[in-house]
C-alpha cells in the first residue's frame, strides 16, 4: 500500500511538472503585445490598472468588475450596449486577470482589491454605478463600503460576497506556492479546460462559445500567469473575513442605492444568496432571470440588458433613507 502511494505521489508529481513546463513555453507575451487597441493603461497609485472605456466622456458613468478568471473583455457586449444608450461604460481589469500592473508582493486580499478600485476612481475623477459580477463583486462592495460618498449606486450580479465566511486555513496541498502553480498550471491556465470551467459555471451551455472562449484565455498568454494566478488563489479559497463585505451588518448600515441581479439557475451562488444579500440593504430589490446561471451576461445577453436598464432606473428613483 506504502509503495503504491508513493508511484502515485511521483506520477502526480511528474504530471506536475510537465503541466508547469508547459505554461512556461505558452505564457511569452507582453501586455503591449496583447492587449486591445482601445484598452487603457490608467496610472493609479496602486499601480497601472487596465480598462475599457467606452461611449461620451460626459454621460453618466458606470463600473463593471468582472468574475475569477475573466477580465474586462468579457464585458464588451454591455459596454457597447450602454455606450450607444448614452452612458461612459468602463470595465476593469482587476489583477492578477487581464492587463493591469500585477503586484509584486502578490497581495490580492480583498481589501486590497478595493484599494485598488478607490485608486481608479480617483485618477480617473469618477463618481459611478458600480456593476459588480460574481468574485468581483467582493471587492466592489468592499469599496463601497468604505467610501460610499464615492458611488452613484451598487449592482451586484451574482456575487460570490462570503457573507458571514469564517477565517479557515488554506488547504495543506495548496499552501506552497509551486503547488498551487501546479493546480492552477493543470486547470485555471489551461487552455485545454476553459471551455469545460466555463461551462461548469452556466447553465445556457450554447453560452460557451468559441468566441467567448478566445476572450477568457486571451490574457493567459502573458508571462508568469501561472504564477500570479497561484498568488491570488488564497483570496478565492478564504474571503476576506477581515473585510466590511463579509459582514451583515456591514450591508444593513449600507446606504446607498442598491440593486440585485441574479440568475435562478446558478449553482455557484444560488439564488438564496442573492435573497439574502439584498434584503440585509435597506431600499434594496433583487431582479432574478429565470433559465439564467452565473454569468447571466453572456448566456441571456438580451434579458440582462433589459434587467439592467431596469435597475440603473430603479437606482435613479431611490431615496436615500441616510440621516
Given at each position: ?190 487552455p485545454l479546460l476553459t471551455r469545460r470551467l466555463l461551462l461548469s459555471l452556466i447553465h445556457v451551455e450554447a453560452a460557451a462559445t468559441d468566441e467567448v472562449v478566445a476572450v477568457l484565455q486571451l ?105
Open positions: 500500500m506504502g509503495l503504491a502511494v508513493l508511484w502515485l505521489l511521483l506520477a502526480a508529481l511528474m504530471i506536475g511538472i510537465g503541466f508547469l513546463g508547459a505554461a512556461v513555453l505558452r505564457e511569452t507575451d507582453s501586455v503591449e503585445a496583447l492587449r486591445p487597441e482601445d484598452g487603457q493603461l490608467i496610472a493609479t497609485e496602486q499601480g497601472a490598472l487596465h480598462v475599457l472605456d467606452l461611449g461620451p466622456q460626459d454621460g453618466p458613468v458606470l463600473l463593471f468588475l468582472h468574475g475569477a478568471g475573466a477580465w474586462a473583455g468579457l464585458w464588451r457586449p454591455v459596454l457597447q450596449d450602454m455606450a450607444a444608450a448614452g452612458y461612459r461604460a468602463i470595465a476593469l481589469d482587476t489583477p492578477p486577470f487581464g492587463f493591469s500592473e500585477r503586484d509584486p508582493a502578490g497581495d490580492y486580499s480583498r481589501t486590497r482589491q478595493a484599494e485598488r478600485i478607490l485608486a481608479l476612481l480617483k485618477a480617473l475623477d469618477i463618481r459611478p454605478v458600480l456593476v459588480g459580477h460574481s468574485f468581483g463583486a467582493g471587492p466592489g462592495v468592499e469599496a463601497v463600503m468604505r467610501a460610499p460618498e464615492r458611488f452613484a449606486g451598487l449592482i451586484v450580479v451574482d456575487g460570490a460576497l462570503g457573507i458571514g465566511s469564517q477565517a479557515s486555513e488554506l488547504p495543506v496541498p495548496l499552501r506552497p506556492q509551486v503547488l498551487r502553480e501546479a493546480a492552477v498550471s493543470m486547470t485555471a491556465t489551461n490574457p493567459m498568454r502573458l508571462s508568469g500567469s501561472t504564477a500570479a494566478f497561484a498568488a491570488w488563489l488564497p483570496a478565492l479559497l478564504r474571503p476576506g473575513v477581515d473585510a466590511r463585505s463579509t459582514r451583515a451588518e456591514s450591508y444593513r448600515a449600507l446606504c446607498l442605492p442598491t440593486m440585485f441581479i441574479w440568475g435562478e439557475q446558478d449553482t455557484v451562488t444560488p439564488l438564496d444568496q442573492g435573497r439574502q444579500a439584498a434584503a440585509l440593504v435597506s431600499g434594496a430589490e433583487l431582479i432574478a432571470l429565470p433559465g439564467v446561471g452565473h454569468i447571466p451576461q453572456i448566456e441571456a445577453p438580451k434579458a440582462f440588458q433589459d434587467a439592467l436598464t431596469a435597475a440603473l432606473g430603479k437606482l435613479r428613483d431611490a431615496q436615500s433613507t441616510c440621516g
